[in-house]
């Protein structure tokens, strides 16, 4: 037993001489002045412990109670904040106690009577914990209001549901009171998992079939009853062609006005590929339709010059408005500035001919650029979905920003003024009628990601056509979708200066004051870890870092804090919304991102060079961002997503990082908010806990919402797909997939049945298990 308890006195050493350097070091940064505290306490506790002497568990006692205190103080009772801060000490309490008898003679008793008082102790503070962490209950759904749009029950014709793209289904027969009876209809493998996985697939319904493409662009149409294949269409995309991941969200439906019954090519389906190609084929038969272009394809890189494999790509499903196809492509991010054109095109859905071409630097370009020009290089893209409006012939671009996100002083006027902004283009002149912007000068990858929901928006005056836009700042905004105007207040609030830039920061930048997802800007409290060690890490991390709160400036001499992160906000999922109830759904990510633009000759040095380059290292793990040339600027950029801690792969701010909310569509207020996501698969070291706690998780993805009154979502890092009680936030209903659900999953109705579909086919970057199943729920058959 004696030596039992020197081994402990030995480990309080050790503890106390890291949180007293550590502290010692964060307390001249400025930090709290607590670690100093508690590593001198724990450094003669540990010394006499070591001696045996009863002195050391009298001096860990009260290096305990200065910490219960401080903790309190400093967090409050909130559960998540106060785990780093007591799990550890309430662990080393115990050995404490248990040491005891090798300590007095009386040892025996004292140990029971400290046991008993531990036990007391742990239960009275789990229990006021969890009492002053139990979710706020939900308020009251608003009235039903008249369902606006075209809300979508048999068929899910296009990616967002329906045109409007409000992810809303009118199938009502699964509901809270029976969705405990879900069970597995059918599965269909695709067979296709790259090694750059994330698939993020929403399939469509349309009649009796189902059409969905692979990660690789692969076409099925499958049975909508039993999921069975009924044709395939491989377009044979090269693995060259994989950009960041190998994604296809979706694919388009499209039917053709005048065509003969029975025609060939009569109803098609349309996709964009990893290798910037647009592809048609017969929705009947799979096969390409030969009127189409080339045989059945239009290659969109035409006009932009020499393009390095994987630098351009359409991971979207494009969008038709009046019988024009519209498209933009993803850029690959952060390898050199003058990277190929964010060009916007249009081309007839029957014959592939280009209709028109937006190139915002070259307005004289209406199409296919003349000889010896090219698209311009270097601008803004669109990467994801966009929404059309076929009354008003508008599509409405969420736009990304300049090539080199997170340099800004090479850019030219234009591309300041359409970046991070939704344009309206009108597809019959192909130029823009309004747009709107989300960031001035975007240095922080804050590109748009979310499709737009369109809806008929209640105002005082009556309804208003709408488009609501959220943003990865987590601003949620509501505008006119004729104008462009704000329907709902918007406020130019002033941001920090500085950084690298200084001449190049905007003084100003919009904040919705309808709804905004964000948190509150982040300060040493908000520092997490397991343990206080680690945690105080974190704290020497945020203290050493620049961070100015939203908006804070790039910066190379030292890190900076981003928050939230690149991913959300509101990132390619979007949000759902139940017209009839006037509810919106929306997930979000919590997350902040630990940046640092790195000079050029020294990312040089690393071998940071652009895709293509053939003195290109291999790429470590690590996400976008983690090591980007930006060739062409002055800095290549360094993006810890996520911020996490070097060693455990845990993250340094507290949880959640994850949450969903419904949001009274009327007057933007929170109707209920949930930590989204489960802790079963997050622990430290990678290794999952297992545990079935809301820790709110990192989320890719979207959800649909039913008449029936049931949230569908998977979207989490838990690999649980969810169905969630509109009216209360609460999870009533769960099923584990067997890869992660980084996708939105979509409802239908066929012969009298309702089907609940999602991919499960992981992602690399979430690092969820991957998958290549489609997996569609229903009730059991009466």
Not at 62 to 91: H, K, M, N, Q, Y
Not at 394 to 413: F, I, K, W
Not at 602 to 618: H, L, N, S, T
Request: proline share 9%.
């Amino acid at each position: 037993m004696s030596i039992a308890v020197r081994l402990l006195g030995a480990l309080l050493v050790l503890i106390g001489l890291v949180l007293g350097i550590g502290g010692a070091w964060l307390t001249v940064l400025g930090g709290s002045p607590y670690y100093v505290v508690a590593g001198v306490g724990l450094l003669a506790s540990g010394l006499l412990l070591a001696r045996l002497r009863f002195a050391g568990a009298v001096a860990y006692l009260a290096v305990f109670a200065v910490t219960l205190i401080w903790a309190v103080w400093e967090a409050g009772l909130d559960g998540w904040s106060l785990v780093p801060r007591l799990v550890a000490p309430l662990v080393i309490l115990l050995l404490v106690i248990l040491s005891l008898p090798a300590l007095t003679r009386h040892g025996g008793k004292s140990m029971l009577a400290s046991l008993a008082a531990f036990v007391l102790l742990v239960g009275a503070g789990g229990g006021v914990v969890a009492m002053a962490n139990r979710a706020a209950p939900a308020k009251p759904l608003p009235p039903p209001i008249a369902g606006p749009g075209r809300a979508m029950g048999s068929d899910w014709i296009a990616y967002g549901g329906s045109h409007d793209a409000q992810r809303f289904s009118a199938a009502a027969q699964i509901t809270p009171a029976n969705v405990g009876e879900l069970e597995r209809a059918w599965t269909f493998r695709t067979g296709d998992i790259p090694d750059k996985f994330g698939a993020e697939t929403t399939p469509l319904k349309i009649g009796d079939s189902v059409y969905l493409c692979s990660a690789m662009n692969k076409l099925f149409a499958l049975d909508a009853r039993d999921g069975k294949q009924r044709w395939t269409y491989d377009p044979k995309v090269s693995k060259d062609a994989i950009p960041y991941t190998a994604a296809c969200r979706g694919v388009t439906y499209f039917a053709q006005p005048d065509a003969p019954p029975g025609a060939a090519c009569a109803t098609r389906i349309i996709e964009g590929t990893l290798d910037g190609r647009l592809i048609a084929v017969d929705a009947r038969t799979g096969k390409p339709c030969p009127g189409f272009g080339r045989n059945g394809q239009v290659d969109i890189k035409l006009g932009m010059g020499q393009v390095v494999p994987g630098m351009v790509s359409i991971t979207s499903a494009p969008t038709i408005v009046r019988g024009i196809i519209v498209t933009g492509h993803q850029v690959l991010d952060g390898q050199k500035r003058w990277a190929p054109s964010g060009v916007i095109q249009g081309y007839d859905a029957v014959t592939g001919q280009m209709r028109f071409a937006w190139d915002m630097m070259a307005p004289d370009i209406s199409a296919q650029p003349p000889p010896g020009r090219t698209y311009t290089p270097g601008t803004p893209n669109m990467w994801t979905t966009a929404t059309g409006d076929e009354a008003l012939g508008l599509v409405y671009l969420p736009m990304g920003n300049s090539a080199a996100d997170y340099y800004s002083s090479l850019r030219r006027p234009a591309e300041k003024e359409w970046s991070s902004a939704l344009v309206a283009l009108d597809v019959t002149t192909g130029k823009p009628r309004w747009k709107f912007q989300t960031a001035h000068n975007d240095v922080w990858d804050y590109d748009l990601g979310s499709q737009g929901t369109l809806v008929d928006f209640p105002t005082a005056g009556g309804t208003v056509p709408a488009i609501i836009l959220p943003s990865k700042q987590g601003e949620i905004y509501v505008l006119d979708r004729a104008t462009g105007r704000p329907l709902t207040r918007v406020e130019e609030r002033p941001v920090p200066g500085g950084g690298v830039e200084p001449a190049e920061r905007a003084k100003t930048q919009p904040f919705s004051l309808y709804h905004t997802l964000a948190k509150a800007p982040l300060t040493e409290k908000d520092m997490w870890g397991m343990s206080p060690i680690d945690q105080m890490i974190c704290r020497i991390q945020f203290k050493r870092a620049v961070y100015k709160g939203p908006y804070t400036p790039p910066e190379a001499k030292a890190r900076w804090i981003q928050y939230p992160g690149y991913n959300g906000g509101s990132d390619w999922g979007g949000v759902a919304l139940d017209p009839r109830r006037g509810v919106i759904v929306a997930n979000y990510n919590d997350m902040p991102n630990y940046n640092q633009l790195i000079p050029r000759a020294v990312a040089d040095a690393k071998g940071w060079f652009p895709r293509g380059d053939p003195r290109a290292k291999p790429s470590k793990p690590g996400g976008e961002g983690a090591a980007d040339p930006q060739t062409g600027v002055p800095y290549a950029i360094a993006v810890n997503a996520g911020w996490r801690m070097p060693g455990t792969g845990m993250l340094c701010k507290k949880p959640p990082y994850g949450g969903i909310r419904a949001i009274d569509l009327k007057t933007g207020a929170t109707l209920w908010d949930r930590p989204f996501g489960t802790a079963r698969r997050n622990g430290p070291f990678g290794i999952p806990s297992m545990l079935p706690i809301d820790i709110g998780t990192p989320n890719n993805g979207g959800s649909v919402v039913t008449a029936g009154g049931l949230v569908f979502i998977a979207a989490a890092t838990d690999n649980l797909f969810r169905a969630i009680d509109i009216e209360t936030g609460k999870t009533v209903w769960s099923d584990v997939l067997p890869a992660g659900g980084q996708a939105n999953p979509m409802v239908y109705e066929q012969d009298g049945r309702q089907y609940v579909v999602i991919m499960a086919g992981g992602h690399h970057f979430m690092e969820t298990p991957a998958g290549d199943h489609v997996i569609a729920y229903a009730l059991p058959r009466r």
